[in-house]
Structures are given as C-alpha cells and as structure tokens.
C-alpha cells in the first residue's frame, strides 16, 4: 500500500505540473508517450534473479520489487484521474466547472477492479493470464486516453479560461492544504490497521485485504458524488457512534481470538470514519483550477497513512498501535470548523473518561465488572452515554478517547520481551512456570520454567505424543542423519536431536531466530542444538540455493494463521521432495482455525506421485501433560512403504486426492480451502 501511494503522489504531481504549465495539445502528447514508454513493462513480471535477502530491510526490498515490476505502467495510471478531471474542465461539457464526481465514477472503476480480483481473476485465469489480461487492459487504456484527450481539445475552443488573477485568488493557502492532508491521513492509516490485523490472524488472501480496500474505496464514491442528502452534518451521530464502536473492538473488553466476528464489526467502523474524512474533504474542495492541488494532498495524506504504519510505526513502537493512535486523531476530526480547544473542556473529558476507565478495567488491575458480557455492555453503554451527551463538543470527546487508548502504549505486565519486525508483533511473558512466545495473536511457542537449567521436554505442538515428535521419534526417525525445520518458533522440536544427526533450521523472521537462541528467553536451542545453523530468508529460496538432502523436513513455517501459499504448490513440494534422501518424510504442520490443507496436499501429492497420510491429534480428556496441544499434522513421501509403516501404528490415516486441479505458482485459490466454506458444500 505504501509503494502505490507513493506512487500516486508522483503521478499526481506530474499531471499538476502538465496542467498548469503545458498547452493541452502536449498535455496529450506526453502523456501518450509516456504510456507507450510503460508498454515496455508487460507483461508485468518479477526478475528470475530476484531473492529476499533476510540481512537487509524488508520494507525496502519490497518496495524495490514493486518499482521494478510494475513503478512505471502504475505512475501512468495514477495520473489519470486528476489529469482527465482537468481534461474535462476545459472540455465545456455538463458540470465541467465542477469536475469533482469524475473521481467518484473513478473510484467505481477501481472497486469493481478490485472485488473481480479475489473473486474470479485470482481463482478463474491464474496469475499469467491476469498479466496477459491486464496488459490487453493497458493497450485498450491509452486508445481510450487519446481520445478523451482529443475530446477535451475540441472542446476547449469554446471555452473561456480563468483570468490569472482569478486562479491566484483561489490558490488554497497552506493550513487548508495541511488540513486536507490530515485529514486524508486519518482513513489510510485506520484502513491499513484493520488490514493489518485482519491478515495477520485470518491469512493475508485478497479477499481479506481487499474488504477493508474497498470499505476504503466505497466511501470515495459516496462522498464525492453529488448526493444532496449526504453531508458532513448528517453524518455526525453516525461518526460518534463509530467512534464508541471502534474504542470498545480496540480495547480488552474483546476477545480478539473470535476475529472473524471482530473483523466484521470494524468495517462498518472503517466505513462511517472513512466517509465522514472524505466527505469533509469533498466540502473543502476548491476550485476546478486548482484540483490538481487538492489531489496532490489527498495522496500526501493517504502516503503518510501508509508510511506511519508500514514503516514509522514498526520502528518506533513494541506493539501494533496505530488503530489506536488514529482513533484519537479520528475525533480530531469533530472539531474541524468547530472552533479551537479550550484546556477546560479537555480537562472536563478527562475528569469523565476516569469512571469509564474503570468500568474497563484499566485502573491498576482493578476489574469491577469482571470479566465477560457484563463488562463489555456496562462499559460500552458507559462511553457511548458519555460521547452522544458531549456530541457537540468534540474536546470532550477527544480527551475521553484519548484517555481509552494511550494505555496501549504502555508494556504489557510481565511481559519479558515485547518487539516488533516487519512480520508482526513479539511477546515473552510467564505465567503459571510456562513461559509463552506470542506471535501477534497466535501460541509460538512455550515452555516449562520449571525446566530451565536441564534438557527441557517439548511443549505444545511439539510435545512427545503428538503427530510430530512421533516422526522424529519413531525408529526412521531415529536412523535419520539429517533433519530440516522450517519455521523455527521456540525451537522445541531441536530437543528430539540425537547426538549423530546433523539439524539444520530455515526461519524468514530474523527476531525469531534470535528469541529461540536467547537461553535467557527459552532454552531449546542452548541445550539441544546449539551448533545446528539457521538459515534466514525466505525457506522456499535459500532451500532452492542449497545443497542439502533430509530424509526428515518438516514444514512448519505458519505466522499466526497466515498460510504463506508458495509453500503449499505444486512446484514447492517438488522442490522438497528434490531435498529428500529416496524414501525421505515430508511433515506439514497444518494446524489452523481457518483453513484445511488436507485437500490442496493430497492433489499435489497426487500429481507428482508421492504418498500422503495424516494425524489430527487430539489430547485425552484426561491426560496431566502440562502445556500439550493438539494438532494436524500431513506426512508426505516418494516411498509407499514408508507411508505404510506409519499408516500401521492406526494413528495416521491413509489420504486419496479428490482428483481436483493442485496448486501452483500460476494459480491457487486459498478460498477453497476456508473451513467454512468446506463445511457449507458438506
């Protein structure tokens, strides 16, 4: 999000410098040949030569990445919507004095473009056919840009162009252009932390980040169309009880671990926020020769959103704050045209937000209410009683907000490490002689206190009956000279290595590695493995770049309940079974809330000739291990014998594909693999 905002503002500022300082006739000139410059760009693709280098930034090869596929055919496109509403000003056609509802009918453009993505390009045609598509898209584009262009040549003939004194007077001054970026700031910002968390717990999949991007993109329709029922004014009550909404999800009166619930609640939070910020800016429009001006600060306002939380924000803060930080600024909002804050009313908000502070249990532990049902509606009514009776003075409100949110920023008690990296947030706490790995919202890892200082036992997932150690463990396991983790977590399975086998780990996330080999954090690493390497990067490449056979590699590389789908293809798994001795074990780990990888294994297993069974481990009802989970576990294998001999102990069971198409790197549709949607077709 951030490389395409930035790239708005460039094509924003190029179509301000073609409007106000070329004629018309080499407006189009340029911009055509510039469009034709971007034809050299399809079809769109990424450098065969390319790889993720884990010792340099994240946030900045990415960035690199996109520049070079796809910098110059976008910079064209993002141009488009300023420049063709300046076309149309000059065209002497219905409402050209008042372009501003061509970028309504712009955003329809890209919301359509958008939901057709996920819902039949993504799962219908397949990476290579969208590129071939969309590349037809862009020749098509710069016929229909030609003649738009020769359009609004014609039509300026007739039309009077603004004296430049008139131009001068309606140039906007620098606090209403401060004020517009503001306020495009706030929207962004909130869009990309409710995407962020939505793809951190539900699996980054575009239709998870495409309904946060087309709440987003809705509210430009809406709010730059000329709907006279629409205003600013009408949407205050709404705004307010948005507002209440969005401080109760972002609180601890929720259990984020029903975020599917959740996630649907913050959309219309996002939805009414977004259109009142677009709104408000579509009555502070100018112009129609300074357009270009206010277009150029919506997309400095809509950058900032997105440098703030991709890359400030990871820096500057240990948790993910920003929802909160921009709900603050999102009441800011009230006060536009409502005059300046007096320290009295702050002071009064305050003075109020101290009961509701307490109603949330946010005052030194003290948690009145208790937990559940009760708490959420008390506290809810509590605060939203509060802002609707301070509607119409918005300091209030902001100090009662304010004072509900900051307390994010403080560290989480207990807690022994608390950092973020470009792939989420990190937490070590104790707590009942466990000592717990939090990656955003999901169990990384644990392990026993009590163990600190000897060889400690796996835990979790990892623990010595469940489906994994039972691989590891088992008499192939043990005659096994070589071993490769992907995925690192804590580093449990480390402590099923015997002293003749050689290990090897293959982690994407640099600070994993380092908390699993921090003994004053957990000790599997220190006391298990501490000659085994890991290799950082991204494990499908640095696997591909290496030299190494397992007859064990386990896959196991899921952050939170995010499937990173170019693990699970066909050419993937070809790729692992080339890294296996000849009757070597593939391991998925392929527990999750949301998705069923079963399916998707068995057709790739299927057409490549390999063996596949699977354990969904379940722990007794009455079984004393401390720290145990389940699990579901897929083992895969070029050998049908070695299949066979884990199939006879009666805990694994035998998988047949359904004889569907298997996932590739051109096409997977990880919508198909929704537990939800599975369980709806039985």
Not at 225 to 253: D, E, Q, R
Not at 529 to 556: K, M
């Amino acid at each position: 999000m951030l490389f395409f905002q930035v790239v708005l503002i460039v094509g924003y500022i190029y179509a301000h410098v073609l409007t106000k300082w070329i004629p018309l006739h080499w407006q189009l000139v340029t911009h055509l040949a510039l469009w034709a410059a971007a034809l050299t760009y399809l079809p769109l693709s990424i450098s065969d030569g390319w790889s993720y280098d884990a010792s340099s930034s994240t946030a900045l090869q990415t960035l690199k990445l996109f520049a070079l596929g796809v910098g110059l055919p976008f910079a064209v496109l993002s141009a488009n919507a300023p420049l063709l509403q300046a076309w149309y000003s000059r065209s002497g056609g219905p409402s050209a004095d008042d372009p501003y509802f061509l970028y309504s009918a712009s955003n329809v453009g890209s919301l359509l473009a958008l939901l057709a993505f996920p819902l039949l390009a993504d799962p219908l045609l397949g990476a290579s056919a969208t590129s071939n598509l969309w590349s037809i898209g862009f020749v098509i584009f710069g016929g229909l840009m030609a003649i738009s262009g020769l359009v609004a040549l014609r039509g300026s003939h007739n039309v009077v162009a603004p004296a430049a004194a008139d131009i001068a007077n309606s140039t906007p001054k620098l606090k209403r252009i401060a004020t517009w970026i503001v306020i495009a700031f706030v929207p962004s910002s909130l869009m990309l932390s409710f995407t962020t968390k939505a793809s951190t717990d539900l699996g980054s999949i575009p239709l998870i980040w495409v309904v946060p991007l087309a709440t987003y993109l809705l509210t430009f329709i809406f709010a730059f169309a000329k709907l006279k029922w629409l205003s600013v004014k009408s949407l205050h009550i709404p705004m307010i009880l948005a507002l209440a909404t969005g401080v109760v999800l972002l609180s601890n009166l929720i259990d984020h671990h029903k975020t599917p619930v959740v996630f649907l609640l913050y959309v219309p939070v996002l939805f009414v926020i977004a259109l009142y910020a677009h709104r408000l800016l579509y009555e502070m429009r100018p112009a129609a020769e300074q357009l270009t001006v206010f277009y150029i600060a919506l997309s400095v306002g809509g950058a900032f959103g997105g440098l703030f939380n991709s890359i400030l924000a990871p820096l500057v803060f240990a948790q993910e704050v920003e929802a909160q930080l921009t709900f603050i600024l999102a009441a800011g909002l009230l006060l536009i045209g409502k005059g300046a804050v007096t320290p009295r009313n702050l002071a009064f908000g305050l003075i109020v937000s101290y009961p509701i502070l307490f109603s949330f249990g946010m005052i030194d532990g003290i948690d009145p209410l208790g937990k559940g049902a009760l708490r959420a509606v008390a506290a809810s009514a509590m605060l939203l009683t509060a802002l609707i009776l301070f509607r119409n003075q918005p300091a209030r409100i902001i100090a009662i907000i304010a004072a509900l949110m900051l307390p994010v920023l403080w560290p989480q008690k207990g807690a022994l490490l608390q950092d973020r990296s470009f792939f989420g947030t990190h937490t070590v706490f104790s707590t009942a002689d466990l000592r717990i790995y939090q990656n955003g919202t999901t169990l990384h890892g644990l392990q026993l206190e009590s163990e600190f200082g000897k060889k400690p036992t796996p835990k979790s997932y990892y623990y010595p009956k469940g489906p994994m150690a039972q691989v590891i463990t088992s008499e192939f396991g043990r005659q096994a000279d070589s071993i490769g983790i992907v995925g690192l977590g804590v580093g449990a399975l480390s402590c099923y290595k015997l002293p003749s086998q050689e290990w090897a780990f293959f982690e994407i996330d640099a600070m994993v590695d380092k908390v699993a080999r921090d003994p004053s954090l957990f000790t599997y690493i220190s006391e298990c493995a501490p000659n085994s390497p890991t290799h950082l990067g991204d494990a499908r490449i640095v696997l591909a770049q290496t030299d190494y056979t397992f007859d064990i590699l386990v896959l196991d590389a899921y952050s939170s309940d995010a499937i990173p789908l170019h693990l699970t293809t066909e050419e993937a798994v070809q790729m692992y079974t080339e890294r296996l001795v000849g009757d070597g074990v593939l391991v998925f780990h392929i527990s999750n809330r949301y998705y069923d990888l079963v399916g998707p294994l068995a057709r790739i297993a299927d057409k490549l000739g390999l063996h596949m069974a699977h354990q969904f481990h379940q722990i007794e009802t009455d079984s004393q291990e401390i720290g145990a989970h389940k699990s579901h576990v897929v083992i895969v294998s070029p050998d049908q014998a070695r299949i066979d001999s884990f199939v006879q102990n009666g805990k694994w069971q035998p998988v047949v594909s359904d004889g569907g198409e298997p996932w590739t790197d051109d096409k997977a549709n990880l919508l198909s693999a929704l537990k939800l949607l599975k369980d709806k077709k039985q």
